[in-house]
């Protein structure tokens, strides 16, 4: 029974392999790759977003205020 089991598991586990790899995924089964190339189009101006660190935005703003 153990045996049995335990082949079981591994028949599962390379099941999930060939899934995550794709292996399925002309039958319509693969993994959910969470695509959403419609967001870039949303946004607004992405080149307007800037990315500073604290310091930065300290000194900015110590700067900005009188």
């Known amino acids: 029974m153990t045996r049995f089991l335990i082949a079981v598991l591994l028949v599962l586990n390379a099941l999930t392999l060939a899934w995550q790899w794709d292996a399925f995924a002309r039958w319509g089964f693969g993994p959910n790759t969470a695509r959403e190339p419609e967001r ?15 310091e930065a935005v300290a000194k900015r703003l110590a700067a900005e205020t009188p």
């Open 40 to 54: 870039l189009g949303q946004q607004i101006r992405p080149e307007a977003l800037t990315i500073e660190s604290p």
